[in-house]
């Protein structure tokens, strides 16, 4: 159907229904920005910057931007986009329209030829688009009516006729005179819902999770460096890489995964569920919710743009009847280890239209679902496989025959969960000390010695008949020293 039948109404189902969460702008101007640079052949000086200042937020980057004779028929149609889904992040043409609901003016520069200042202007005015809708003048305009009535482009622009895009430029004048070539979009006075998201204490962190950056350099120091190094260098004889990222900063820091060597569990392990790779990490004793932990739940990535967190994969799957527990009992267990998936097939697995989770339409995206819900129910007979071999060796209460089968069951849990063969142990009393890793070892340390030391402190409360507060560790000390 041509665009010049759509009917304005549609600016509104977009921006009401796709984009009511303020911090999709950010998401789908870094899209078209990795776009632009993805279809470079060298992207290693590419880069993305993002800043706000003066109420007013830029997304800039020095990819190729958009063809002049294309720029104008582009920025005003929607659903007419060139990009291709196994090629491009955002495919449908309409991210550019999600900060129209968050600022009074859009102001999107096509930088053909920086050197020579050939620059091109396209402005969308949200302060009027409210006008109109709200005075209902949009029931009976095409799409096209309306992008005339609130946009306006400029062929050839002077930089000089507008101080705000001429000192957005001149700030980056260095890494636009190396590509040449560039795309600048601003969101002039951003509404006072956008700016509570800027200002909110975790926005720099929801950004590290959002954005496709790469994970900070100490992991690829760290034990498990060939994981992530397998995952974000290229593999194939088609120099596909499983993960994809840029050089993005915000108010000129740079955005990393917000993971540490510190936040890894006992095991790190690699997945593979077909249409997606990814790793997960997971404690071999007890699968629990540490608080002290942000890496904690399940993140599924498209581009490695976060596509959704484990609320709405297991809602997801809780609505298909995936889910062999209730729904609150599974995100307890998710959220005790930590793993991150990245769909790589995105010919057969693709992102919904608000792109919090896949399109549900065929038997692939169905298969992509049951081998999602097995993984998920996996972690949960392991937490509680582990919790009740635990449980029951502490009350010593059951025969030996008894708990070893719990312990094997556990181990077997533990194994499944890892999706490979490694050492995995849930007791020492069983596992040659040798052939333990140094956490297990050290494990086995601690609890040797904590209950030496508490046996001690019961025989120690026994004897004692004066009470010094101020003195107890040390004369405590003094008698262990001579009763050894």
């Not at 954005?211 to 690829?220: C, G, I, M, R, S």
């Given at each position: 159907m041509s665009n010049s039948y759509v009917g304005a109404g549609i600016l509104n189902v977009i921006t009401e229904s796709l984009y009511d969460n303020p911090i999709v702008v950010f998401r789908e101007y870094v899209q078209n920005s990795m776009d632009s640079i993805l279809r470079e052949y060298d992207t290693g000086n590419r880069e993305i910057k993002i800043w706000f200042c003066e109420n007013n937020l830029y997304f800039l980057d020095n990819g190729s931007g958009i063809a002049t004779e294309n720029f104008f028929d582009e920025m005003r149609t929607i659903g007419g986009s060139g990009k291709k889904r196994q090629k491009d992040i955002g495919y449908k043409g309409i991210g550019r329209l999600s900060?129209?609901?968050?600022?009074?003016?859009?102001?999107?520069?096509?930088?053909?030829?920086?050197?020579?200042?050939?620059?091109?202007?396209?402005?969308?005015?949200?302060?009027?688009?409210?006008?109109?809708?709200?005075?209902?003048?949009?029931?009976?305009?095409s799409f096209h009516k309306l992008m005339d009535e609130i946009g306006e482009c400029i062929p050839s622009f002077d930089l000089e006729k507008n101080e705000m895009i001429s000192n957005a430029i001149d700030k980056y004048?260095?890494?636009?005179?190396?590509?040449?070539?560039?795309?600048?979009?601003?969101?002039?006075d951003i509404s006072s819902v956008l700016e509570n998201t800027i200002n909110d204490n975790d926005f720099f962190t929801n950004l590290q999770w959002?954005?496709?950056?790469?994970?900070?350099?100490?992991?690829?120091c760290s034990e498990e460096k060939e994981l992530f190094e397998e995952l974000t260098t290229k593999n194939d004889e088609n120099g596909n890489t499983p993960i994809k990222f840029c050089k993005i900063s915000y108010n000129d820091k740079n955005i990393y995964?917000?993971?540490k060597k510190s936040f890894f569990r006992d095991y790190v392990c690699k997945n593979n569920f077909k249409y997606a790779v990814g790793f997960h990490s997971f404690n071999g004793n007890k699968i629990y919710i540490d608080k002290n932990n942000d890496f904690t739940g399940i993140r599924i990535y498209i581009d490695n743009m976060l596509l959704c967190d484990e609320n709405e994969l297991?809602?997801?799957?809780?609505?298909?009847?995936?889910?062999?527990?209730?729904?609150?009992?599974?995100?307890?267990?998710?959220?005790?280890?930590?793993?991150?998936?990245?769909?790589?097939?995105k010919v057969n697995i693709s992102a919904n239209a608000r792109r919090t989770f896949i399109e549900v339409t065929d038997?692939?995206?169905?298969?992509?679902?049951?081998?999602?819900?097995?993984?998920?129910?996996?972690?949960?007979?392991?937490?509680?496989?582990?919790s009740n071999?635990?449980?029951?060796?502490?009350k010593q209460d059951q025969s030996i025959e008894k708990l070893q089968k719990l312990r094997i069951y556990a181990l077997n849990c533990l194994r499944k969960l890892a999706k490979e063969e490694i050492k995995l142990t849930v007791d020492d009393e069983y596992s040659k000390f040798d052939d333990l890793s140094v956490i297990d070892k050290k494990k086995v340390f601690k609890k040797k010695i904590s209950k030496k030391i508490n046996d001690k402190i019961k025989e120690y409360l026994k004897t004692i008949t004066t009470f010094n507060a101020e003195?107890?560790?040390?004369?405590?000390?003094?008698?262990?020293?001579?009763?050894?």
């Open positions: 900060g129209v609901p968050y600022c009074r003016k859009l102001y999107f520069l096509n930088i053909g030829d920086y050197s020579n200042k050939e620059i091109q202007l396209y402005t969308i005015s949200g302060e009027l688009y409210e006008k109109i809708k709200n005075n209902q003048l949009d029931s009976e305009m004048e260095k890494m636009l005179t190396e590509s040449n070539s560039g795309f600048l979009v601003i969101l002039n959002l954005l496709p950056v790469d994970f900070d350099k100490d992991l690829y995964r917000p993971i297991l809602q997801n799957l809780d609505n298909y009847g995936l889910l062999s527990h209730t729904l609150n009992g599974q995100l307890q267990s998710v959220r005790g280890i930590g793993a991150m998936i990245y769909i790589n097939d038997d692939d995206s169905l298969e992509f679902l049951n081998l999602l819900a097995e993984f998920v129910n996996t972690i949960y007979d392991t937490r509680y496989a582990l071999y635990a449980s029951a060796k502490d003195s107890v560790y040390k004369d405590f000390i003094e008698w262990l020293s001579k009763n050894q």
